[in-house]
Structures are given as C-alpha cells and as structure tokens.
C-alpha cells in the first residue's frame, strides 16, 4: 500500500519551487547578472575620477564566498586629476568615491591609479594573489557580510 501512496505524491520541495524560492538570494548578489555593485563602482568613479581609461574587475569568484557575490573587486584607473598627487592622495581619491560600497558590500579594493603619462609607459593590470582566506579572524568583515546577508563562515 504505502508504494501505491507515494506514486500520487509530489514532493515538497518541487512544488515550494514551483511557487517562490526556499531561499531568498542576499543582497550582495544577483541572481539576473546585473552585477549592481560593479555597476555602481564604475559609474562613481567615472563621474568623479573623469578618467581616460577605467577597468573594474570582480574578483569574488576568487575568493571563498557564493557564486555571484561582489564583495572583492580591482580597479584599474587612469586619470589626469592624479598629476601632481602621492599615491596615497590617489588611492583616498578612489576610496572616497567608493566610500559607500566600502562601508557596505565590498570586502577587499585593490587600486592601481596612473597619470596618463604612466598608462602610456606601462599599461598593464596587476594580477591579484590567491586568496589566503585571511578574514576569518577580522571581526569587521563578519559584520559586513552579515549587513549583506553573508555568511561570515566562508572566509575571504
């Protein structure tokens, strides 16, 4: 009898499918591609950067977190507000553009910021090093993911 019973049912889980999610998706990811973040990080940093040659990389795919996340990005920015400026007065310029992004979804910035005479010197992007999963220990990143609906438990 019980045979007969279990070719009528349908399981639970296919129908909850069927009709919404088991699990809404977090915030710091989407599940369409539109790569929000990304978007946002560009859009910022061409408005008050104005520069002549931008690359935006999400490297989370590097990095211990879910599939589609954008918490770990590299940016390649040259521009002519840089002339005359250290690179740490280049590398606040970006952060302070990003200020947003920083405090929230984004875990890790790394910045190249040329003039345009050094991107015609060398125009090349660093690559990043493999990830060492450092941030178990940062107290701070938990807290971030967390705001993001992250989960602190899978590393950097």
Same mark, same amino acid.
């Given at each position: %009898? ?7 049912? /349908?399981?639970? @889980?296919?129908? $909850? /499918?069927?009709?919404? !999610?088991? %699990?809404?998706? !977090?915030?710091? %990811? ?17 408005? @008050? ?12 795919? %590097?990095?211990?977190?879910? !599939? ?7 940016? $390649? ?6 002339? #005359? $400026?250290? $690179? ?24 190249? +910021?040329? /003039? ?13 090093? !493999?990830?060492?999963?450092? @941030? ?10 967390? +705001? #993001? ?5 899978? #590393? @950097?």
């Amino acid at each position: %009898m019980f045979p007969r019973l279990l070719r009528f049912a /349908t399981p639970t @889980s296919t129908r $909850l /499918t069927l009709t919404r !999610p088991l %699990m809404p998706r !977090p915030p710091h %990811m989407d599940p369409e591609g539109r790569r929000p973040v990304e978007q946002s990080i560009r859009t910022k940093l061409s408005e @008050s950067l104005c520069p002549d040659h931008l690359e935006v990389h999400n490297e989370s795919h %590097m990095h211990a977190v879910p !599939p589609g996340s954008e918490s770990h990005f590299r940016v $390649l920015v040259v521009s002519g507000r840089f002339e #005359g $400026l250290s $690179l740490l007065q280049r590398h606040r310029l970006v952060n302070e553009a990003l200020r947003e992004e920083l405090s929230g979804r984004v875990h890790a910035l790394a910045i190249q +910021a040329k /003039t345009p005479q050094q991107w015609e010197g060398n125009p090349t992007l660093a690559k990043s090093p !493999p990830c060492m999963g450092g @941030s178990k220990g940062d107290h701070t990143v938990e807290e971030k993911l967390k +705001a #993001g609906g992250g989960d602190p438990n899978l #590393g @950097s």
